[in-house]
């Protein structure tokens, strides 16, 4: 059941492409398949593609979205992949989503998948989501409590711009932010997001 915080989530990211031009979007760790079924519902969206490296998660978003490996939808396709990886076929996108997916790699990798999604793919707009450390007391947790087993780290607001603005200038692009979700005055909010644009002077 998707939470109401999820649903705004995913309301979020489908304004913040739809306001990108984008026709070409990569899911990268596409999980259940929820963020391209709502793409899927806006004709702007041309080409669709799903990675994770989960089988069960594949398996899941297939049903979601009503194909099987024998009949792949004509504009949707779902396959296995990870983010760490630049191959080939992961190039020519629009735009790239990481819907929560980064505090799932374990920190010492975030360079690998900063290679291959900012230097090697390389879409015009990338849009990355993931949970505000600050804000998990108000959700109830004790301090240093994570939000899910499967997560490597969780960020402050800090934290995660400062990675960001590295990111950005290291391969030609800039960075803003948005807070998904109410926002507390001292916490932020509990999903934070950001939204990369290459600059144009790289030829993207």
Known sequence: MTTPLHQERLDSVVRELLDSGASRVIDLGCGHGELLLALRAHGQFEHLLGIDIDQRALA??????G??????GERLAVRYGSFEEAYPHLGGFDAAVMLETIEHI????????????FGM????????????????ILHGMPPGQRRHPGHRFEWTRTQFQLWCAGVAERNGYTVCFA????VDALRGSSTQMARFTANSEQGL
């Not at 194909?67 to 792949?72: A, I, R, S």
């Open 60 to 65: 899941s978003a297939r049903l979601t979205l």
């Open 67 to 72: 194909f099987d490996l024998f009949t792949p």
């Open 106 to 117: 374990e920190p010492g990798r975030l360079p690998r998948v900063e290679r291959a999604v």
């Open 121 to 136: 793919m390389r879409p015009r707009t990338v849009l990355i989501t993931t949970p505000n450390r600050e804000y998990n």
């Open 179 to 182: 807070d998904i979700g109410p």
